[in-house]
């Protein structure tokens, strides 16, 4: 069981904005930072935001990230087809002399 | 160009050692800043984080793996290597590798990955 949780699945039809959450405690997600992950089907992770909500260069500012005190959120705006994949959150932990806790994922169904 | 690439025996049976190597290029372990993590996931799970070494050859462990982890560098070929003592079939996963970027300001991250090593625990 994932100290940082997310709900395990999402869906939205093209063209419409959904977001994920992802809630952790005040050893995490409330002192550091948030990065966010999207994984297509067979595929290794790929970085979508990190520091919270900065973008990569490459990935389309459709993606936007945010956080508050001990949550975190991924929107993906006018969403596509090719957006259909599983999304995690990662942060670090400042317990047990420190650790990276992944979110347990979230399924994002394009209707 | 950041490449990473994962090798290791794909079988492994139950109580035998896991030994990993981690292969990049694009980048240098002695610059500050860089690390590099061993990330794993079992088939159909979550991703689950085990080890990150840094440029200064500071160790750090996933806690509840730590007493059966031992990660090290060598700068000098461009490798880490990830040791996972007494395997179990439960740590049946696909570990990856992954360059993670370490700030003061930006944190942790993981902006770079390799394609990923299938491992099997079956005897």
């Known amino acids: 069981q994932s100290v940082l949780t997310q709900p395990p699945s999402a869906s939205g039809t093209p063209g419409q904005r959904v977001t994920i959450s992802c809630s952790g405690s005040?050893?995490?997600?409330?002192?550091?930072?948030v990065s966010w992950y999207q994984q297509l089907p067979g595929t290794a992770p790929k970085l979508l935001i990190y520091?919270?909500?900065q973008r990569p260069s490459g990935v389309p500012d459709r993606f936007s990230g945010s956080k508050s005190d001990t949550s975190a959120s991924l929107a993906i705006s006018g969403l596509q087809s090719e957006d259909e994949a599983e999304y995690f959150c990662?942060?670090?932990?400042?317990?047990?002399?420190?650790?990276?806790?992944f979110g347990g994922g979230t399924k994002l169904t394009v209707l | 160009q950041v490449t990473l690439r994962e090798s290791g025996p794909a079988l492994v049976k139950p109580t035998q050692s896991l030994t990993l190597t981690c292969s990049f290029s694009?980048?240098?372990?002695?610059?500050?800043?860089?690390?590099v993590s061993w990330i794993r996931q079992p088939p159909g799970k979550a991703l689950e984080w085990l080890a990150l070494i840094d440029w200064d050859d500071d160790k750090y462990y996933n806690t509840s793996l730590k007493t059966r982890l031992a990660i090290s560098k060598d700068t000098s070929r461009n490798q880490v290597v990830l040791t996972v003592t007494n395997m179990d079939p439960l740590d049946t996963a696909t570990y990856y590798c992954?360059?993670?970027?370490?700030?003061?300001?930006?944190?942790?991250?993981?902006?770079?990955w390799g394609q990923g090593t299938l491992v099997t625990v079956s005897s």
């Open positions: 005040s050893s995490n997600i409330g002192s550091n930072t």
């Open positions: 520091a919270n909500n």
């Open positions: 990662a942060a670090w932990d400042d317990n047990l002399h420190g650790r990276v806790l």
């Open positions: 992954a360059r993670t970027l370490s700030g003061y300001t930006y944190g942790y991250y993981f902006d770079h």
């Open positions: 694009g980048f240098s372990l002695t610059t500050t800043g860089m690390c």
